[in-house]
């Protein structure tokens, strides 16, 4: 079965970091692109950060760019987003996929609360 996990937010104070994982079951990550993307309350689904299947090719929506990076690791099938310097924007649920072509099913998303 095809399937996408996230895990690793929490509640942070503006300026900390937290560490997203992707875990992947039921197929290779290794052949496609992914991305990471956000839904905050009462706004759509947007697309955050993405990495090409290689490694390479990064690119990140302009809001979060030099604060968060996105990485993968082929090996252990799982994508990951560093997220630095966060603000209470950045609140919201988190969730991995393919930042195009055919959509894998949505996992739970993983939910990132920044605050003081």
């Known amino acids: 079965q095809v399937q996408v996990v996230e895990s690793g937010g929490g509640s942070v104070q503006p300026g900390g970091s937290l560490r997203l994982s992707c875990a992947a079951s039921?197929?290779?990550?290794?052949?496609?692109?992914m991305g990471w993307y956000r839904q905050a309350p009462g706004k759509e689904r947007e697309l955050v950060a993405r990495?090409?299947?290689?490694?390479?090719?990064?690119n990140y929506a302009e809001d979060v760019k030099g604060r968060f990076t996105i990485s993968r690791d082929n090996g252990k099938n799982t994508v990951y987003l560093q997220m630095n310097s966060l603000k209470p924007e950045d609140t919201a649920v988190y969730f991995c996929?393919?930042?195009?072509?055919?959509?894998?099913?949505w996992g739970q998303g993983t939910q990132v609360t920044v605050s003081s």
């Open positions: 990495i090409l299947s290689t490694g390479g090719g990064r």
């Open positions: 039921g197929f290779s990550i290794s052949r496609y692109a």
């Open positions: 996929n393919r930042p195009l072509g055919t959509l894998f099913n």
